[in-house]
């Protein structure tokens, strides 16, 4: 079983970046894929980005292409999500999430952080 504890949210500006940071232990971290999931006031939970267990493979939803990288360090057993140019719609609770290896377009994640806030001002 793995537990993800995430880090790095905050307040910034609109235009401004934030790199949130996952931590997981308690389990063999290559065999999953890993994801971030973002959740508004009033709005279901959504996803954000998917990387596969190598880094091979990335997925990203259309809202934030171009914008946010993921990327992870099996070593280290981290996941991590650089968000630049951040609009006051990013604003969320984000969650790591973890999931074992299959399509990054399968959904369905077993594994849950208790989320970070992410909140950008205009």
């Known amino acids: 079983q793995v537990q993800l504890v995430e880090s790095g949210g905050g307040l910034v500006q609109a235009g401004g970046s934030l790199r949130l940071s996952c931590a997981a232990s308690g389990g063999t971290f290559t065999l999953y894929d890993m994801g971030w999931f973002r959740q508004a006031p009033g709005k279901e939970r959504e996803f954000v980005a998917a990387?596969?267990?190598?880094?091979?493979?990335?997925n990203y939803a259309d809202s934030v292409k171009g914008r946010f990288t993921i990327s992870r360090d099996n070593a280290k057993m981290m996941v991590y999500l650089q968000m630049n140019s951040l609009k006051p719609e990013d604003t969320a609770v984000y969650y790591c999430?973890?999931?074992?290896?299959?399509?990054?377009?399968?959904?369905?994640?077993?594994?849950w952080g208790q989320g970070t806030q992410v909140t950008v001002s205009s």
């Open positions: 999430a973890a999931k074992g290896r299959s399509s990054l377009y399968f959904l369905v994640y077993s594994y």
């Open positions: 990387i596969s267990w190598s880094s091979i493979s990335t």
